[in-house]
């Protein structure tokens, strides 16, 4: 999940850039991304819309004619499987494409072997089990200082503001080792990035801005290493690694860390609250939680689609023929919900067998912080309906604002009424 905000930012840059010559674009003074682009990321709720434009997709299709090139939508699951595993037809590598800006681009998302190989060893270590455990107490502390805090705050509360969007942003920062009279500035430099719609043109700023600050807080642990990723990663490799390179893996883990992470934790809560036989599971059952946190990435994959694709050469793909520099995007969101690979996929059932998802990406590019995204959820939604095991929406369903024009897909705000509490969810 790590930088797709940032993908959608230049792959529109390269459209644009293409319109007018190929010279540099300042994406700060962009109004909105191409209409034809955002088709795929359009949902009725929490279910994906499945015909987009007149007439139901194929599971690859041509999306649009834009520029002087074509745009590829793969929506079927075993072609999105196919395309993401595919590191000798398709690029990841965004920098030709981009001009002047192409020397900034920075993350595992835009690179390739042998590049993208030598940055990923270096977030790997950060990454197994056995560090991502250590996480553990720090999470749980985490939550339970926001439940106490809704607690305080409530009868009635908004889940993105008060649990959804604190926990993640907390725990990426325990992970980077970020200071903690840092964070509120971090904090408010991180609000507009993730969004197209209006006043998406400002996100643009807003990434560039946190950008800096990663790059000056990097800067400032090389001289003086933190136990936190940044600090580890800079007293392992010391000069083997540019600054601008950290700084680059750093907001990528944020990018893929925080907003993925706050809209599961939003849209899972929403989820558990719109049926009661789930909330309970929950609430009740000790061994529940890991089927239910994969049926939720599953049902929900909130990263509505991969990072974009570059065809290195003509070639077929599943019957229609892809030329060299085109675009081939797929639609995570789209081949979750595949009915080729199991019934009733559009529906809710932490009873199914677990599925070959893709929430996560798939293959050389798959999400590095996967493992530490499950931990979050497992942790935050036992501790949320165990502590207010009465939680209730406090608005209608049909009345929530979704975030329908995103690359993350999300709810706007999430009132609920906690309903009493059970006490204190620290010995739960």
Request: neutral net charge; proline residues 6%; hydrophobic residues 40%.
């Amino acid at each position: 999940m790590i930088g797709l905000t940032t993908a959608r930012a230049r792959l529109t840059q390269r459209l644009i850039a293409r319109a007018t010559g190929g010279g540099p674009v300042d994406l700060t003074s962009l109004e909105a991304v191409p209409r034809r682009l955002l088709r795929p990321l359009r949902r009725s709720g929490l279910d994906p819309v499945h015909r987009i434009g007149t007439s139901a997709p194929e599971p690859v299709h041509r999306l649009a004619h834009m520029f002087g090139m074509n745009i590829w939508l793969v929506s079927g699951h075993a072609e999105v499987k196919a395309v993401l595993a595919d590191q000798r037809r398709f690029s990841n590598d965004i920098r030709p494409y981009v001009g002047a800006a192409g020397a900034s681009v920075g993350g595992l998302g835009f690179t390739d072997a042998p590049e993208h190989t030598r940055l990923r060893a270096l977030l790997t270590p950060e990454f197994t089990m056995r560090r991502i455990n250590r996480l553990a107490p720090r999470i749980e502390a985490i939550v339970d200082d926001q439940l106490d805090r809704m607690e305080a705050h409530g009868p009635v509360v908004d889940l993105v503001e008060h649990f959804a969007f604190p926990i993640p942003f907390l725990v990426i920062c325990e992970l980077l080792g970020l200071p903690v009279g840092d964070r509120e500035r971090f904090r408010s430099l991180s609000h507009a990035r993730f969004d197209v719609t209006a006043g998406g043109a400002g996100a643009f700023g807003a990434i560039s801005q946190s950008q800096l600050f990663l790059l000056d807080a990097t800067r400032k642990q090389r001289v003086d290493p933190g136990d936190g990723l940044l600090g580890r990663i800079l007293a392992a490799v010391g000069d083997d690694v540019s600054d601008e390179e950290v700084a680059g893996l750093a907001d990528g883990v944020f990018t893929g860390g925080y907003e993925t992470t706050a809209s599961m934790l939003a849209l899972g809560s929403l989820v558990l609250l719109r049926d009661r036989k789930h909330f309970e599971l929950v609430r009740d059952d000790d061994t529940s939680i890991d089927r239910v946190v994969e049926e939720m990435l599953r049902y929900l994959s909130v990263v509505q689609i991969a990072f974009p694709r570059f065809a290195k050469e003509d070639l077929e793909l599943f019957g229609k023929t892809i030329h060299k520099g085109d675009v081939v995007i797929a639609a995570l969101s789209r081949a979750d919900r595949d009915h080729r690979i199991g019934p009733d996929l559009g529906s809710f059932d932490p009873h199914r067998p677990p599925s070959s998802h893709v929430a996560f990406g798939y293959g050389f590019h798959r999400c590095v912080g996967a493992e530490l995204a499950r931990l979050e959820l497992r942790i935050a939604f036992p501790r949320l309906v165990r502590r207010f095991p009465e939680l209730a929406l406090a608005a209608a369903p049909e009345s929530l604002q979704f975030r329908d024009q995103s690359i993350v897909y999300a709810v706007d705000s999430l009132p609920v009424h906690l309903g009493g509490s059970s006490g204190s969810s620290k010995s739960s």
